[in-house]
């Protein structure tokens, strides 16, 4: 299952959310441009069981380079599609916990997240000689968060079905449920640590975002961290890709249904993709939201409402609803 957006709109720009994205792609860079010398930069910024409990192998490593491996490890990573499935899982759930959080807040939860899960990794494979990268166990902290904060938000999703891929919405709950699931089943089915992938750690991660944010929620929203949240900058635009599920009569055979934007893009203009059920299918439609529009304006997609067995069409009708961000 690959996420493609979820439903929950955020407030604010995810300032550290874009930052920790553009760490994990310079990290990775910086990473590929070692060539030869990966391997040797890998081992010394990777987190590395072995290096803490191996008093030869721990020798020649300084306490300074031990310290810092512990966070280093999560922005490297193993290859481009490793990099780009985990800055992607943490595009679609970072932004929203970040949200709900502050953005100060959320980037000490997010380091925290990634130190739990390389600690629960590192304990459970004490005599490991192989090092442990990727941002794999922070992001399974924020998914737990995400599963805390908004378990009735729906994801959409693309399930690949040989060549007809099928895009559909799944609660949160059930998705990060059964994500998580399977990394138990993957953790117990092996020892721990196969082809790279650090089942522990992301199930060390998950179980530290779902436990710190039952804490979390109860702390006053006049304390420090709630001033901070506050002060984080308001966004001013609306999510780009919007789930409508356009109705209409029996007897009609157009379609009604409301599209978002903010007071700034009813302004500029905009441009937005909607995506709409049909049948066990969704359909993407672009559509451009012309600078000035005002509250109740109808947009109209000609030949995109209902079709009968004659081949008659009709169209889809877009109310813009004006909303604040």
């Known amino acids: 299952m690959i996420p493609l957006r979820d439903t929950v709109p955020s407030q604010h720009y995810p300032i550290i959310n874009y930052t920790l994205i553009g760490l994990n792609i310079v990290a990775y860079l910086i990473q590929i441009s070692k060539g030869p010398a990966m391997g040797e930069f890998v081992y010394t910024y990777g987190l590395v069981p072995a290096r803490f409990t191996n008093a030869d192998i721990r020798s ?3 306490f300074p380079q031990q310290i810092i491996s512990m966070v280093s490890f999560m922005f ?3 290859g481009f599609w490793h990099i780009l499935g985990n800055i992607w899982t943490l595009y679609i759930f970072g932004d929203n916990v970040e949200d709900r959080l502050g953005s100060f807040p959320y980037l000490v939860f997010y380091l925290l997240a990634g130190l739990v899960s390389g600690i629960f990794h590192l304990v459970l494979n004490l005599d490991s000689n192989i090092p442990t990268i990727g941002a794999s166990g922070a992001i399974a902290g924020v998914m737990g968060a995400y599963f805390i904060l908004y378990p009735r938000a729906r994801i959409l999703t693309l399930i690949p079905i040989f060549i007809f891929p099928l895009i ?3 609660p949160a709950f059930f ?5 998580f699931f399977l990394q138990v089943l993957n953790a117990m089915a092996t020892s721990g ?3 790279g992938i650090a089942w522990w750690a992301h199930i060390g991660g998950f179980v530290f975002g779902v436990v710190f944010l039952r804490y979390f929620l109860g702390l006053s929203g006049k304390s420090f961290l709630g001033i901070l949240k506050h002060a984080s900058v308001k966004k001013r635009t609306s999510e780009h890709l919007q789930v409508l599920n356009p109705m209409g009569s029996a007897d ?4 009604y249904e409301i599209i978002r934007v903010t007071p700034h893009e009813a302004a500029m203009g905009a441009k937005k993709m909607v995506n709409i059920p049909w049948g066990f299918y969704k359909r993407l439609y672009r559509v451009s939201i012309p600078a000035g529009v005002t509250d109740g304006t109808v947009l109209r997609l000609k030949g995109q409402g209902k079709q009968t067995s004659d081949g008659g069409k ?6 813009v ?3 604040s961000p």
């Open 168 to 170: 559909i919405e799944i």
């Open 252 to 255: 009609d055979l157009h379609l």
């Open 76 to 78: 490297l990573h193993g």
């Open 60 to 62: 020649y490593f300084t």
């Open 175 to 179: 998705f990060l449920g059964f994500w």
């Open 314 to 319: 009709g169209d889809l009708f877009l109310k």
């Open 193 to 195: 640590f196969v082809s």
């Open 321 to 323: 609803s004006i909303v």
